[in-house]
């Protein structure tokens, strides 16, 4: 049974995630009044989410100076009502047209309005009920029934007309996103509820009823305020009312999220190597936590935490997966900067968000290469012989070689906070973007950066493997690969965020972590080092996990403990040690809260499906795909696990019957027509077997296992040749892949060849 990802959402439009997450969101509004506090939009008033949030303004009483720069930050920007104030965009009937549909904008009785396909296909009007973001686009939310929000796909471009700007566009141009899609902005993808709100609100509490498939969303403050970084504020508040007397003080002053690392604190430079020396180390995470909250791909487990509480304690922080970074560690698609800034020589060195960033009015602290001299000698460093260009030419600010931007939702550059040193080589060799021929000479190959930069140093770069290097081999299946992942994971010089994301394509190509280096990899002080190598262990022998697991269930941090209940769930009934029981019922009580909590999603459903039947529960594991599938009928992975119970209790029409009912919704669905295939098998109709085997094959020949289970089946068939010939095809794009060449070698050895 395939287990569906944990909240791996092809994310395209919204300017915040739910799982996802915001990174340069943009947002205009201040605290209004304590009368805003828990609103469920889109409807009435719910009672406040908590009391102990004071609101923004409260704050402001004391903090002035910072209270004034947060106003005109977009934080404070982050949603706001829609309002002649607020509104950006122009409501004057202008049109804009995409996939064949006309939409236009208007106004109407003081209010505003778009004409846009709704999600029955029709056009009909909509209002818009909240600003979402403010520079560079803004996007619009429009309330539906059930408390749903919904983030309208056509978006405002706040730049200036010099630069582009003052148009209405759409964010997918190259794609033609119709009603019925998931990305749809009346789609479950567009859903302001689960992919939003978290990160552009205060204290949110989604208030999903899955029952009735209702949200009662609440927050305490509409925008992104005070108490969003340093938690619920009002008993701070009643103890500056106090005067912070002596007789109640508290080294906390009453505030969840101390935000304290930089205090006292200053970089200098190391007079042996003249490079930036902090003056003291730093010992906590606690502020990059807190922005990690927003600034971070990960998904979600709980809305009851707070800013300071430990951050895997709420969220699962995503690794260099595949789909989210480039094989060396550069970002690809939306990841908000936070994974790629633990990859960097800056986090390491104990640099934090604040070092560079003003926390309150959320710029710069200072513009230009000034903000790197901070800590970088000047003279060493914003020089043509470091730039290897002319002083003051574009070319010499250090962002545009060591923060390489990419642009997502059309408008929005984000730059890369790894911090990375120009490898052109590496981009010839790994096939991945390098800054020189991505932001400057975009006519030259990265073979000619390569050889200039070795040119003009002098030398070729340091011969150390880089890790992208061992990733690029994992990702075509070079048999190299499984030591290769052991030994980065065991690297102790190497950032954590690449030996966990080691640990995790060591579990994804099903490789075997070998019993030394589990040991070892699993007392690592890094949860996400922990939490990836029980996600490695999850395919290992009964023996091997219930030796090393269970001692993780009592774990400090929360994802680690739900990942070991995980890696348990099978052996549950049978072998684990009474003495570890208890605590295994608690962590797995963690992992289903996780889904029922985002049982909005079909992937949580399909997640708690699966859970539900490996512990033998089959009527509820069958209802939760039966959900998932009604939440988003596009979802294959449900059908593909619904069939799968079917089959596990011999009723194999049925399990045919989901999958045909799969295909006829989402045609292209490779992993359905695989499952079909393997239920004519069984069900001895061998040629319609071997076509849907075929299919597969075709809709996704990158797929090793499509093309060997096909072969096999040709083969059992009498088709040897033709078996041969999948083989061979299947190896051409994979050569590495060690299960489809001992076929082939076996197959041919058979013919004489």
Not at 261 to 274: F, L, S, T, Y
Not at 326 to 343: I, K
Request: charged share 25%.
């Amino acid at each position: 049974m395939s287990t569906a990802a944990s909240f791996t959402v092809k994310h395209r439009g919204i300017a915040a995630g739910g799982l996802l997450l915001v990174a340069g969101i943009t947002f205009t509004l201040v605290w209004r009044s304590s009368t805003r506090r828990g609103e469920t939009p889109g409807g009435g008033e719910a009672v406040a989410p908590a009391s102990t949030y004071a609101g923004s303004g409260a704050c402001e009483a004391c903090h002035a100076r910072e209270g004034r720069a947060w106003r005109e930050s977009q934080h404070a920007q982050a949603m706001a009502d829609a309002t002649d104030s607020t509104v950006l965009g122009r409501f004057d009937g202008r049109q804009v047209t995409y996939a064949g549909i006309s939409s236009s904008f208007f106004r109407r009785a003081g209010k505003f309005y778009v004409r846009t396909e709704g999600a029955d296909g029709r056009l009909a009007d909509f209002e818009i009920k909240y600003t979402f973001g403010v520079s560079p686009l803004q996007q619009y939310l429009v309330a539906f029934p059930r408390g749903r929000l919904q983030a309208l796909s056509l978006a405002w471009d706040a730049r200036p007309v010099t630069r582009g700007g003052q148009r209405w566009f759409h964010l997918y141009p190259g794609e033609r996103i119709t009603a019925g899609d998931p990305l749809h902005w009346t789609g479950a993808q567009q859903n302001w509820n689960f992919m939003c709100a978290d990160c552009h609100s205060t204290n949110v509490r989604k208030g999903y009823d899955p029952a009735t498939r209702e949200y009662a969303t609440t927050w305490s403050e509409i925008s992104v305020g005070c108490e969003a970084c340093h938690g619920p504020g009002e008993a701070h508040v009643a103890w500056a009312r106090r005067g912070g007397t002596a007789v109640d003080a508290r080294a906390d002053r009453y505030l969840a999220a101390q935000l304290d690392e930089r205090k006292g604190v200053g970089w200098g430079i190391d007079p042996a190597r003249q490079s930036p020396l902090r003056s003291q180390p730093r010992v906590s995470d606690r502020e990059i936590e807190v922005c990690a909250r927003c600034h971070a791909r990960r998904g979600q487990m709980t809305d009851v935490i707070k800013a300071g509480d430990r951050f895997e304690d709420g969220f699962r922080a995503s690794l260099l997966e595949p789909v989210l970074f480039h094989t060396d560690g550069q970002q690809r698609d939306e990841v908000y900067t936070h994974a790629s800034f633990l990859q960097s020589r800056m986090y390491a060195k104990g640099v934090t968000c604040s070092d560079c960033h003003d926390p309150h009015a959320g710029t710069l602290r200072l513009p230009g290469n000034a903000l790197c001299s901070q800590c970088h000698l000047p003279s060493k460093y914003d020089t043509p012989g470091h730039s290897r260009h002319a002083a003051d030419s574009p070319a010499s600010a250090c962002v545009v070689c060591h923060m390489p931007a990419k642009t997502y939702m059309s408008v929005d550059p984000r730059r890369d906070h790894s911090f990375r040193i120009p490898r052109p080589d590496l981009a010839v060799t790994l096939d991945v973007p390098d800054a020189c021929t991505t932001a400057c000479h975009r006519n030259r190959s990265a073979a000619w950066a390569s050889a200039e930069l070795k040119g003009r140093n002098g030398h070729a770069p340091a011969p150390s493997r880089h890790f992208g290097e061992t990733f690029h081999a994992a990702a075509r299946g070079a048999p190299e690969e499984d030591a290769d992942l052991q030994r980065l994971a065991s690297d102790g010089e190497l950032p954590a965020i690449v030996r966990a994301s080691a640990l995790e394509r060591l579990a994804a190509g099903g490789g075997g972590l070998a019993p030394d280096v589990a040991a070892r990899v699993l007392a690592e002080p890094n949860a996400l080092v922990r939490r990836a190598a029980l996600s490695a262990l999850q395919g290992a022998d009964a023996a091997t996990r219930l030796r090393l697991v269970p001692p993780l269930l009592s774990d400090a941090v929360r994802t680690v403990r739900v990942q070991a209940a995980m890696s348990l769930v099978d052996l549950s009934g049978a072998g684990l040690p009474e003495t570890f029981r208890a605590a295994f019922g608690r962590a797995l009580d963690e992992y289903l809260s996780e889904q029922r909590f985002n049982a909005d999603r079909p992937e949580a459903q399909t997640n708690l499906g699966t859970t539900l039947a490996a512990l033998g529960q089959k009527t509820e594991s069958m209802a939760a795909f039966r959900e998932a599938i009604t939440l988003d009928r596009t979802y294959i992975p449900a059908y593909v696990n619904l069939a799968d119970v079917h089959r596990s209790h011999g009723n194999e029409a049925e399990a045919e019957r989901v999958l045909r009912d799969a295909i006829a919704v989402t045609p292209a669905a490779a992993d359905a027509h695989h499952a079909l295939g393997l239920s004519l098998v069984r069900q001895r109709r061998i040629a319609e077997a071997l076509a849907a085997l075929a299919e597969a094959v075709r809709l996704d020949p990158g797929v090793a296992r499509y093309a060997y289970v096909y072969a096999v089946a040709l083969h059992e068939t009498g088709s040897a040749a033709q078996a041969l010939t999948v083989l061979r095809a299947s190896l051409a794009r994979r050569p590495f892949d060690r299960n489809t060449r001992d076929l082939l070698a076996s197959y041919a050895r058979e013919t004489g060849r």
